[in-house]
């Protein structure tokens, strides 16, 4: 990705490490799109009626990831407390997602992954949080 890249030209100060910011918007870019495979490949499966809280979280998840790699994206006139709201949402989305793919990993193998990715983000949103303070 050149997500390290574009933040290393943004001109002005940005008031995180560049590195960890980076590291966390490339985390929830592989963890939206983990989730969104996972929901397609739910839909695809012959007991998809027990699956459908998986879909709908896995949705979520996605939805939620990209909002927060876009928020982490910008950074002329940040502002902490949204961008600190935002990963809060994002870890709580990662670890329910998490929760629900878990529940179905041992059937399925997308599950399996897509918890892996879920339980990263979470991760990488936590430690975001604490670099913000």
Do not use: F, W
């Not at 892996?116 to 430690?127: H, K």
């Amino acid at each position: 990705m050149k997500t390290t890249e574009m933040m290393e030209t943004y001109p002005a100060e940005i008031n995180l490490d560049r590195e960890l910011l980076a590291r966390a918007v490339e985390t929830l870019v592989t963890c939206s799109q983990a989730c969104t495979a996972c929901a397609d490949a739910c839909l695809s499966e012959e007991m998809v009626a027990e699956l459908r809280k998986c879909v709908r979280s896995n949705l979520d998840c996605a939805d939620i990831c990209d909002a927060t790699a876009r928020v982490l994206s910008r950074h002329t006139g940040y502002d902490a407390n949204i961008t600190r709201a935002q990963l809060q949402a994002c870890v709580q989305a990662c670890r329910s997602c998490g929760d629900e793919c878990e529940q179905h990993a041992g059937m399925h193998e997308h599950c399996r992954v897509c918890a892996e990715a879920c339980r990263s983000c979470e991760q990488a949103c936590n430690e975001l949080l604490a670099a913000i303070g």
